[in-house]
Every structure is written in C-alpha cells, then in structure tokens.
C-alpha cells in the first residue's frame, strides 16, 4: 500500500491571530521555515503552501498533491472526496494547520473560514472521516491537538456499532443510508496532548512539529545547537548550519550522509522498541507513513523537551530516551566540529580526516572507491554488531544494530563486512532469519544479486540459503528478478568451492519446487546439465542436493524430464545408487522416483527407460538404510500409479497362485513349549514408538552428527502418518505378530503377503536383474511384497498401502459391487500441506511427528494394543480421492476376497469415486528434512567438540568411569579366580532367556527371549526395562550386541530370519526407539532353512533338538560387531559371511563360507583382519577380510566331529582361536599352524559356551542341568546345580550364558525362566 494523494489544509489567516490563544512576545513565527510577516499575507500563505508541498515532495516525490489556504467547509469537503475519488483503494494523506483559527473543540470539531474571513466556522471530524474515507493518514499542527485524536476513535468506534446494527437488522433506519466507511485502516500524528499548547519560543519555528516530520535534519541540527552542549563545538552558529554542504538525497555528501544515519537511527529504534507487527505495519509498508514515523520519534524529542508530548494513533511507545540517540548527538557533533574550518578554508568535508568523495552514487554497481570513506558511525555500529555475535549466549535480546546493518548494504564502503556479519547472524538460526526478514532484509538482497562483484558471491549464496531454508515463498520473487541466473552462474562455476555450489544448487532445488515458472527458467537456464556434470562431485552433500534438484525440476515437469531423457540423466544418477553416504542414494531414488513419476501420455521409448530405471532401483531392496528404502517405496509408487491396470493384473495372478498354495507357516507346528505363554500383566512389554530413528553413523561416529538422518517423516497429502506411539500395530511386521488373525481393513494382511512372498517361486531376489520386460511389473510386484515385510515398521507400511491399493482396484475391477462407506472415516480428504512460507521455529533435527493425532484420519482413537489381544488397528485410510468405498468389519470367519455383507451406497457414492488409492502426494520429508540442514547453524562449533557442553561432560564422565572399570577388573583378574559361584543375582524372567548380553560398563543386562528384551540392573536387582522387537511371529531373536557400548549404547538384535534391529533410549524411563532395521541376510527364509546336516553327531542332533534348533533351521542369526571400524559381521544359515558397514549403512563384501553347513558362530579381529567361523558340520574356518573371495579362505581346522557350539579369536596380536563343539571338547589353534595346539574335554550335551576374554575362564552350559567353570588349564573351577538358598531347586537346562566382558561374572539364562548372575568370591571383588 502506498499514499497517492496529499491534502495540504492551512488556517493561517495571516496577521490576524485567534481569539482563544494569547501569544508571547517574542513569539515565534516561522510557519515552512518562512516569516510570514515579511511579505503580504496572501503571498506569505501561497509561499508557505508551496514550501510544504515541496517538503512532503522530499518524501513522497509521486504522490498528488492539492493545497487548500484558508478554507471553507465546502472547499475541505470537495477536496477530501475528490482525493478519496482518485485513490481508490489507496492511502491519503491529510495534513491540518490550524495557527490561524481556535483549537479544537471537546465536541470533536475543527474550524476554518467562512468565504468572507469574518467568522470562523467548525468542521466536524466525524464529516472529515466519511469524506476521508479509509485508508487515510491524518497530521494535526495546532494547540490542543490531542483533543481530534480522541474524539476521532469516538466517532471511529461509532461508525463500527452503526455498521454492525445495519448488518444485523436490514429493516433499521441505519441500514437505508450509505454505509458509513469503517476507519480502522487510519493513522494520526498530533502535535502535543489534548490539554497543551504548542511552544512559543522565538528560536523555534511555529510549526515545530510540522518541521520535525518534514525537514528533520534541519530541525536536529538547530535543535542540537541550542542545546547547552552544543558550547564544547566552538563557533558553531545557526548560520553556519545552513551552510552544510551536499543534498539530502546523496549519501555521498555530509548531508546527504546525516540524513543516511538519521534514518539508520531512527529505524533501529523503532525495531527496537515496537511490537513486530506494528513495526511492519508503519516502518515496512508504506514509504511515506515510514518517513513520518521516523521524524514522528524526532518530534517526540525535541517537543518533549519543550513540554510537549506528540500523540499517534496507533500509539507508540516512548523513544525520547533510547540510548541509540547518544549515538546520533555523537554523529552531529563530529559533523559541526569540522564545520568552521571547511567553511573558512574551502576544504572537503573530512571525517577521521579523510577526504570526501562527491560523485553519485550508482549503487549497487561496483564502483572505484579510492576516494570516498565515511563517517565512522556505521563502521562503528557493525563492531557493536560483530561484539554481539562473539559474546554468543543462546537466549538473549535480538541486537540493536539489525537494521542498521540492513542500511549499510546500501553502501559500497562497508558492503562486505556487513555481508559476513549478516550471514554469521542469519547463521545462529531459524528464529534469526525471522528476524532478519522482520527487519525487512528480503529487498535489499534482491538488488544485490544484480551484482557482478565476485567477492560477494559467496556471501549472498549463503545468506539466501539461509532464507529459503526457512520461507521458501520467496521462489516467485526470484525468478520475477531474473535471481536463479545468479545462482545458476555461481553453480557453473567451477572455481566456486563446493560448499558455496551446494548452497546455490538447494536455492535452485527450492526455486522449482513445485513451481512452473520456476522450472522453466531453471530449464532455459541449462540447470539440468549444469547438475549432470557434478553429478560426481567428491563432496557428498552437493551430490545429494543436486539429486534433489533434478528430480524437483522433472516432477510434474514434461520438457525438463525429456531433456533429462536426452542428456541421459537417469543413466547417469546410477552412479549415485551405489554412493557411500544413505543421504546421496537416497536423493537418486528421489530424483530417479520422480523421473518414472511424470503423468504424461506414455510412448514405447519412454516405457522403456521406466522399465530400466524401475530393475535399477530394484536393487537397491536390501539397502541398510531405511531412509534409502522408505524413498524406494515411494518411488516405485510412482510407476504403480502409471502402470496401474499391468500391476492389477499382476496382483490378481499373486492373489489367486496365494488362494491355491497353502504354506504351513512354521509358527504352526509350533509346539507349546515354544509359544512364549501369556503372562500376567506386569510382563507385557513396553510398545515402543518407531516414530523417529536416527542413523546408527550418528551415534557411531561423532564427525557424522550433523549429516545424520535424525528424523523422518512421512506425511501423505498432508495427513500425518499414521504412526503413533501408542498404535504399535500399524505396523505390518508387528501387526501380525500381535495376534490379530486377519487384518480387517488391510485387503492383503501382513500374513498373506507374507505367504505371497515365499510362494512365488522366490529363491533369491538377486536373480530379478537382468529379466526379459514383460515380467518387470512381476518383478517390482515381488520388491514391493518384500519390502511390505520390511523390518522397519515405517517401510514396510508405506509398501503395505501401495499393495493395498492395486489389491483393492484388482479386486474391485474384477467383482464390482455397491459398498457402504465405512462410517469411522472421515467426510474429506485431508487438507493439502502448505509448503509456501513455512517458518520452521524449532531449532531441533526433528520434523514434527505425528502424535496419537494421527487418529484425525479416521475419528477413533487407537488404543495400545496388549500381547494377548488381537491387534486393533485404526481402518485403512486411502490417501486421496474423498471416502473410501471400504468395507464394515467383516466377520473374523471370512475367505480373504470373499463379498461381505450385502449393503447400499449412501449418497450415491460409488466405487468410482476411490480414483487413486495411491496417491501422487505419497511421499518421505526427504526434501524437507534434508532443507533443514540450511536452516541450522554450520559455523556453530558442534556441541561434542565444545569443551563446556554438556554433552561433553557428560561423554567425559563416561570416558572416565570406563577406564575406571578396566582398571579395576583387570586388577581382579590378574589375581587369579579360584571360584566363581557366589550368585550375586537371581529373577525369573518374562520370557525363557535366549540371549544374554552384559553392558560392559554400566550395571545392566540384556536378556532376550523369543522376540522381546529385557533390561535388569544386575547390581539393584530390579527390571530396568521390557519392550517388544517388533520380529515376526515365526522368527526369534538369536543374537544381541551393543554397539558403542563406551559410549551412548545402542542394542543390536538378530532375528534368525536375517533382520537387524538397532534400539536408542532402551534401560531407562523413556520410550524405546528403533534406531534403524534392515535385513542383514536377505535368502534366510525360515522355509529354507535345512536340518543340521545328517553327517553330525546323533548328540549334536538331540541337542539342537532340544534347542528346537532343528525344527527352526540351524543355527538362526549370528553377528559379531567390530567397535573400531564400525563394521558388523552376519552369517547363519546361509552360504557367505556378509559384512555391512554401519557408517554407511551398506553391504561392504561378501566371503563366502565354502561349506555346505550353516554357521554357528563369528569372531574378528581387527588388528589382524581375520575372521573365524564355526559352522554346523564341525570345522572351524579362518578368513582373511584383505583378499579376494576366492582366496581369502586361509585356514580350515575340521578336528571337531560335531556342531560346534563357539569359535572365540583372542584380541591380542598373537591370540589364539579357541573353539568348543557339542561335544564338549575344546580346541586351541595357533592361526598360522594347521593343528591344534592343545585339547581339553570337558561335560557331554553342551547347548551354550562363553570364553572370558581377559580372565582365561570358560563356562559350559549343559542340557543335563548344570554348569562347569574352567581355567584354561582345563581344571574345573566350579560346578553350579543348585540355585542359592535353603530351598535352593535344582536350575533348570541352560538355554544361553554369557561372561560379563571385564568382571568376572556369569550370567546364565535356563528353561525355567530363570536368570541368574555368578560372581568370584567377595573378598576378590
């Protein structure tokens, strides 16, 4: 908005002073700096308008201005509407002086002339407002002013109650007359309060306030010498003042540079001391109100001094005391000091005696600055600012100097600095770039993008990155600009570093995001080739934004995806495929997702390149990073959505081969001694919300926390996924493992799929590539079938609804038939997310989760399911197309595709309606996320490398209480152990023990049973802690480790179908959380699984009998987790020992085992880069990780006869392989020699071993129900039969032990539910 036109009304009547007000002699007189009394009084009057027309015209040089001198009612009136006429919409000013007539009336009135001067004659504001009209700005110069201000908000509040019964009650006599406008829209400046009259001293203009607003400088300046400081300037005289050289409007000049500070000054308070919206509303929108209110706080100054106090409405803090005025007064008193001596001498004008320059300024071109340098005010203000940013304290005021700094990019001078400063300010954060754009910055880093300067480049690349990260609304002001040519030259440019390419290729990424001018600029701009080429750019996160920008230029984007097509762009993004960091592939996935994503007509060539970019992404199905997977999904969504009536067809054929083929599932010949009972209902372990995982490198190493995928969320068309902490179940992988025997609002439920997944003559996924086409759509079916089994919940949901949608068109095109709406969903679909002009407050990693709200979906409230019950889920929501024609409850009785209950369409709703189940808008916040980086501080030194954070101290603490049990361990082992029977810990635990893992520094132990864990301290003897692993029903966990256990401990669990799960938060009082899942061994179906193999010992065979290994496949999953590296050896029933690389979170190499048994148990060493493994068939195989497949298998021992049980590798350099097999002999080897070097036998029927690894101890667990602790010298050191007690029972067979790493204790899990911890004797300990 801005103010068009200018009423001038002057009641001067020249030489004929009003009765009410008594004048002082001398008195003063000057009315727009001129003495009326020293020409005729109709000259004076003329004159006087003219100079306050051209007063005004120093601001607002555009505006229409009309004078009215000495007025009647009707002149005022006639003026007033024709102004209002010619505005439209617009703001008028309307500017009163009333010298020349009496004040105001408490009636609300205003007086002028009759046409003769001899009667002055009252004007009604309540008249003024309803020709006035709204939006207007009103000036009142005359005593007593205050008194309009009031009586206008009377009249103001009036009008709204006359509009309001008009508009209630149409018949009242009100609602027949015009309407009268509502004044909410206006603004007024008044001289002095209702009860003052304005100064009379003869040093003063007579319009002192009219002065003020429109020829400030002038006015402070004298001001300023009247003052009593102003004798420390010698010889300073209101003459001189006059005599300043330079204009106004040139900041080069001294004047012009005055007039430049003053408003630096006045801004910064005014920014200061209002309420943001009120200084948006006078100081952002309109140039001319923005002058007047920055002269208005000039006015409050000087007039206060003077005993008189300027009113505005809206009214405004006071500011006659901000200490920003100091700064001012210092300014004018370097410019006067210097004043005599320019003027006697005819010299430039100096500042820190340094001449002036005077040409214009032609801004912002560079320019040669030899010559000009200014005052040292600003130079001075941004070391304030500077200081400010130096002293960082998290929560503190904003900085006083912002809107200076914002006024000193208009100077070439100080441009850079200002620059640095901003961009470190805009730096601390999300809330900083608020109030940098509440400052009003976006305008002034517009203009300088017309820049050429080079050296600002790398200064406006990241200041604008840090705008759009956190209001990408500003895309359309961009490209309106010609800005994405300045960006799209800063990423051509190769000499750019990366850093300053990748924040100008995520500008680019946010200018086409959804925006079609955006990327047809982008596109004329060469940006699609621009980004190819850096496609393999060594800096990770460049290679990750330019994936994220391509695939935004070609979404929904038809030319852009055929240029894409030309350059071969999706050949070229392969590479990224296979990239080190999950972030990089997972932008590919994107960029290669929106690529097959395009809803255009369909050519054969086009089908083609789909169908080749869908068998590459298809290899991507065992990825480790479930961010990668989760982008995946949705890509492979998209070609769903394309090819729909080939993937139904598919579906239909999955569908009706899963009718025919019934799978026992292995769950069912289950027998109840494997079915972990039910359990009274403290056991029922805790459900833990997968609601957010961070990537398991964040936690392993410290260098990677920024970069860590810390959250993601997945948000479909603006609905909030349907994940929440208390809805456990809408997980597939764990819905069916809650019991629940069909899903009812799942079409396919998890088991279904399930079976699909194993039936479909599926050996390995690994043969997919290379297929003739016409099966590519079974072979995408396949993908999806096995990622709806994925171990990560949010993955394995999002490939359930595509599943579900094709399943539900299938079956609904096949048998159409009338479905009643299901009544618990709601009437529309979910609003749209709003991506324009998002401020993102939180400074936090973490998108906002969905909470149990999630439920808005579908109006019920899920409620936490418990292990007993069937799982109850919130129906299945569609993602578009308005009501889902979905099914009631069916009864639990039904086939699978049979019709349910026979019911009517209601408001005519047809099936029809359900159009796309899937819908284009399913997507990860990928993009989202990966912004977030832009919005968070990257000069901040991170909180682990920041010597007084607390995570700092808290990561020392840990540091020193490890080395503290080292210590103290090592002192008791060194002693030597005699016994080790002294039970120090006993608790029946919710399930039959599996697994038992110590932590190896604080007091906690895992123990797992079937598919939970439990979490004891072993010192207080109390549960910590007990939640569910989420592995499906027919699965068990077979191993644990803890990963960065010095540090913040996370728990790996392996189930024996090849799932890893990762847990963050576990042992305390928060909520579990799943860090990361992936599978780690992809061709461990449980049907697949064979017996030990029949040359085994008969005691082997009853043994894994007993273990219900047999019946379950062997030796399920086993793992061994290498610290220093970060990488995470897996095998089990498979082939190959497979390697995965947590940092990466990719599978780095493959050894292939070489034998035709399962293996039972790894073991590594770093230093060495060995791995040993014991298999089923007996023989203990030593692999050297360095060398090739072929040959990296360097030993093979095949002296045990049986299964063997535990193949330990000692640390050390020359450490030895020690191995037990069920026979209970054990074997040491020297890895360089073939034969063992030493054999000891011990108890027959061994089902569990552990090796101390810095005691020599071992312990054997043995199904006849007991345990035997031996030195290595092969002499028993105990022998444990009893639990402790006087009614001490016999324990029960030993189903898993495990020594704690440093201490000597033993923890041993039995049948019986029980688990009990051993120790040496007290006095050792």
């Not at 007063?55 to 009612?73: F, G, I």
């Not at 210097?338 to 006697?344: D, W």
């Not at 850096?534 to 935004?552: F, M, N, T």
């Not at 599996?994 to 072993?1018: E, G, L, M, R, Y």
Request: glycine share 6%; hydrophobic share 40%; net charge neutral.
């Amino acid at each position: 908005m801005k103010t068009v036109s200018v009423a001038l009304v002057l009641c001067l009547n020249v030489g004929v002073d009003p009765p009410d007000v008594v004048k002082t002699s001398p008195c003063a007189r000057l009315e727009c700096w001129i003495d009326p009394l020293s020409m005729s009084p109709q000259k004076a009057l003329e004159t006087i308008g003219a100079n306050l027309q051209k007063q005004y015209e120093n601001w607002q040089p555009r505006a229409r201005y009309k004078q009215s001198l000495d007025p009647t009612v009707d002149e005022v009136k006639k003026l007033c509407t024709s102004l209002r006429r010619n505005a439209k919409e617009e703001r008028v000013l309307f500017h009163y002086n009333g010298h020349g007539v009496p004040r105001p009336t408490v009636n609300g009135e205003i007086w002028v002339f009759n046409k003769n001067y001899t009667q002055y004659i009252p004007l009604s504001i309540y008249d003024l407002q309803t020709w006035m009209g709204s939006p207007s700005i009103f000036v009142y110069d005359c005593s007593n002013a205050g008194i309009i201000v009031k009586s206008f908000k009377q009249f103001a509040l009036q009008r709204e109650q006359e509009l309001e019964v008009a508009a209630i009650n149409p018949s009242h006599p009100l609602a027949q007359m015009p309407l009268p406008p509502s004044m909410k829209n206006c603004i007024q400046l008044a001289a002095c309060e209702a009860n003052e009259l304005l100064p009379m001293n003869p040093d003063l203009p007579a319009d002192l306030f009219t002065s003020c607003l429109t020829t400030p400088i002038k006015i402070a300046l004298r001001w300023f010498c009247m003052q009593k400081s102003a004798k420390l300037v010698p010889g300073v005289t209101l003459d001189l003042i006059e005599k300043i050289p330079g204009r106004l409007n040139d900041r080069r000049t001294p004047l012009g540079e005055l007039n430049w500070i003053f408003t630096a000054i006045t801004d910064t308070i005014a920014w200061n001391v209002l309420p943001r919206d009120l200084f948006q509303k006078l100081f952002r929108q309109d140039l001319l109100v923005a002058s007047l209110f920055r002269n208005f706080l000039l006015a409050e100054r000087i007039m206060r001094s003077y005993n008189c106090t300027p009113v505005s409405s809206p009214r405004l803090p006071p500011t006659y005391m901000h200490a920003m005025w100091q700064a001012w007064d210092l300014a004018v008193d370097i410019c006067l000091s210097q004043l005599p001596t320019i003027i006697e001498e005819g010299t430039a004008f100096r500042h820190d005696q340094i001449a002036w320059g005077e040409q214009p300024i032609r801004w912002p071109a560079a320019a040669e600055e030899t010559t000009e340098t200014h005052s040292p005010f600003f130079a001075e203000q941004l070391t304030a600012f500077q200081v400010w940013l130096t002293m960082g304290v998290e929560n503190r005021n904003p900085p006083e100097q912002l809107p200076i700094v914002l006024q000193v990019l208009l100077s070439q001078v100080h441009r850079l600095r200002a620059l640095d400063l901003l961009g470190r300010f805009l730096d601390l954060g999300p809330w900083a770039v608020s109030l940098a754009l509440s400052v009003g910055i976006f305008p002034y880093v517009l203009k300088l993008l017309q820049s050429s300067a080079r050296e600002l480049r790398p200064l406006l690349v990241f200041i604008w990155a840090k705008i759009l990260a956190v209001d990408s609304s500003c895309q359309a002001d961009l490209v309106k600009d010609n800005g994405h040519k300045y960006f799209l030259s800063v990423l051509a440019d190769s000499y750019m570093p990366a850093e300053h390419r990748t924040m100008a290729v995520f500008i680019l990424a946010v200018i086409v995001n959804n925006y079609n001018t955006g990327q047809e600029a982008c596109l004329q701009g060469n940006l699609i080739a621009n980004c190819l080429e850096q496609l393999s750019d060594p800096h990770p996160l460049l290679r990750q934004w330019v994936a994220i920008c391509l695939g935004r230029i070609w979404q929904n984007f038809e030319p852009a995806r055929w240029c894409g097509v030309r350059d071969s762009a999706h050949e070229k993004l392969y590479t990224l495929l296979s990239d080190p960091i999950p972030e990089v592939r997972c932008a590919a996935v994107f960029a290669l997702g929106t690529f097959v994503g395009n809803s255009a007509e369909r050519t054969d060539h086009s089908t083609t390149i789909d169908h080749n970019v869908a068998m590459m992404l298809a290899q991507l199905i065992n990825d480790g990073s479930p961010v990668v997977r989760k982008e995946l999904v949705v890509a492979l969504s998209h070609l769903v959505v394309q090819y729909e009536s080939n993937f139904c067809t598919v579906a239909l054929q999955f569908i009706e081969e899963e009718k025919n083929y019934a799978v026992p599932s292995p769950a069912n010949a289950a027998e109840p001694g494997n079915m972990t009972p039910v359990r009274d209902s403290p056991a029922i372990p805790r459900l833990r919300s997968v609601n957010s995982y961070t990537n398991i490198r964040a936690v392993t190493t410290a260098r990677n926390l920024n970069k860590s995928l810390q959250n993601l969320n997945l948000n479909e068309e603006g609905g909030p996924a349907a994940f929440s902490p208390g809805n456990l179940s809408t997980s597939s992988s764990a819905s069916s493992t809650l019991g629940s025997p069909d899903n009812d609002e799942y079409i396919l439920s998890f088991e279904t799929i399930d079976k699909m997944r194993r039936v479909s003559s599926y050996s390995s996924l690994n043969s997919l590539i290379g297929v003739s086409f016409n099966s590519v759509y079974t072979q995408i079916w396949r993908v999806l079938l096995h990622l709806a089994a994925d171990p990560f919940p949010e993955v394995s949901d999002l490939a359930m609804k595509v599943l579900n949608s094709i399943a539900y068109k299938a079956t609904m095109n096949a048998r159409p038939q009338r479905i009643l709406d299901s009544g618990s969903l709601t009437q529309s679909a979910p609003a749209s997310p709003t991506s324009k002009g998002t401020h993102i407050h939180q400074a936090g990693g973490s998108p906002p989760m969905p909470s149990t709200s999630s439920s808005s979906l579908t109006n019920e409230v899920p409620k936490p399911p418990t292990r007993e019950q069937p799982a109850t889920r919130p129906p299945y929501t569609p993602t578009l197309g308005g009501q889902a024609p979905h099914s009631h409850q069916f009864p639990r009785t039904r086939k699978m595709f049979d019709k349910g209950p026979e019911q009517a369409a209601e408001d005519g709703e047809e099936p029809g309606g359900h159009r796309n189940y899937v819908s284009l808008a399913l997507q990860t916040g990928l993009c989202d996320w990966s912004a977030k980086y832009f919005a968070q501080p990257v000069m901040k030194i991170p909180e682990e490398h920041d010597l007084e954070s607390q995570v700092r101290m808290e990561r020392q603490w840990r540091f020193l209480r490890n080395a503290r049990v080292r210590r103290q361990s090592r002192v008791i082992t060194q002693r030597g152990i005699s016994r080790l029977d002294d039970q120090i810990f006993i608790n029946r635990n919710p399930g039959v023990p599996s697994v038992v893992k110590f932590h190896p520094f604080n007091t906690c132990i895992a123990v797992a049973d079937k598919d939970s864990i439990c979490f004891w301290d072993w010192e207080k003897g109390e549960r910590l802690d007990y939640f569910y692993n989420g592995n499906p029903r027919y699965t068990r966990i077979t191993a644990m480790e803890y990963l960065n256990g010095h540090d913040c401990s996370l728990l790996l669990t392996a189930t024996d179908d090849g799932a890893l799960r990762v847990w963050k938060n576990f042992a305390d009082q928060k909520n579990p959380e799943m860090v990361t899942a992936w599978q780690g061994l992809s061709d461990m179906l449980p049907t697949t699984r064979g017996q030990p193999s029949s040359s085994t010992h008969s005691l082997a065979r009853r043994v894994s009998i007993y273990l219900d290994r047999s019946k379950q496949g062997g030796a399920g999953m086993v793992v061994d987790w290498e610290q220093e590296t970060g990488l995470l050896m897996t095998s089990g029933d498979v082939r190959v020992i497979r390697i995965w690389d947590t940092d990466r979170e990719m599978k780095v190499q493959d050894i292939p085992t070489g034998a035709d048994s399962c293996v039972t148990s790894l073991s590594c060493d770093s230093q060495r880069s060995l791995i040993v493994a014991g298999l089923g068939d007996g023989s203990v195989r030593v692999f050297d990780r360095r060398m090739g497949p072929s040959e990296c298998r360097v030993m093979t021992y095949r002296e045990h006869g049986a299964w063997v049980v535990k193949a330990h590798l000692q640390k050390e350099t020359d450490g030895n392989i020690i191995s037990v097999s069920v026979n209970g002999d054990v074997r040491f080897f020297e890895p360089r020699t073939p034969d063992s070097i030493n054999v000891l036998q011990t108890v027959k029927g061994l089902t569990a071993l552990d090796i101390h690894p810095q005691a020599n101890l071992f312990a054997c667990g043995s199904m006849n129900q007991f345990i035997a602790v031996y030195n290595t010298n092969g002499d028993v050191i105990s022998n444990i039969k009893y639990y402790d007690g006087f009614m001490g029972q016999r324990i029960g067979a030993i189903s898993c032990l495990a020594f704690h790493p440093y201490w000597p204790h033993l923890a041993v899990g039995s049948n019986d539910y029980y688990m009990s911890i051993y120790s040496a004797e007290k006095r050792l300990r």
